[in-house]
């Protein structure tokens, strides 16, 4: 599976960006996908995650973001609105795909820069 994010850039507080993640390759075997952030000096972490069924989000971007899935284009995206400066990292497209009887194996994008102005 390849992974390749777009829609990253510059905005001020308060503005919109959204984001698409272009899946190739096998992603019929894709279990779940997500969004993860990292900003500078601190750890990976997850804000929004989309499996068959439901949708999951970090609780500071609840009611800010919204992740969706096109399977037919099999691209990924997530609509941020009401960007705050806590917001700037770098943002990676995550997938997730079983692999022998147990164990699960991610895939991961290059990461794209997300920066808000105050």
């Known amino acids: 599976v390849q992974l390749e994010e777009s829609g990253g850039g510059l905005v001020q507080a308060g503005g919109s960006l959204r984001l698409s993640c272009a899946a190739s390759?096998?992603?019929?075997?894709?279990?779940?996908m997500g969004w993860y952030r990292q900003a500078p000096g601190k750890q990976r972490e997850l804000v929004a995650s989309?499996?068959?069924?439901?949708?999951r989000y970090k609780n500071s971007v609840k009611g800010r973001f919204t992740i969706s899935r096109d399977n037919a284009k099999n691209t990924m995206y997530l609509q941020m609105n009401n960007l705050k400066p806590e917001d700037t990292a770098v943002y990676y497209c995550?997938?997730?795909?079983?692999?022998?009887?147990?164990?699960?194996?991610?895939?991961w994008g290059q990461g794209t820069q997300v920066t808000v102005s105050s």
């Open positions: 995550n997938a997730v795909v079983p692999y022998g009887l147990a164990s699960l194996l991610p895939y």
């Open positions: 390759g096998s992603t019929g075997n894709i279990n779940v």
């Open positions: 989309i499996n068959s069924t439901n949708t």
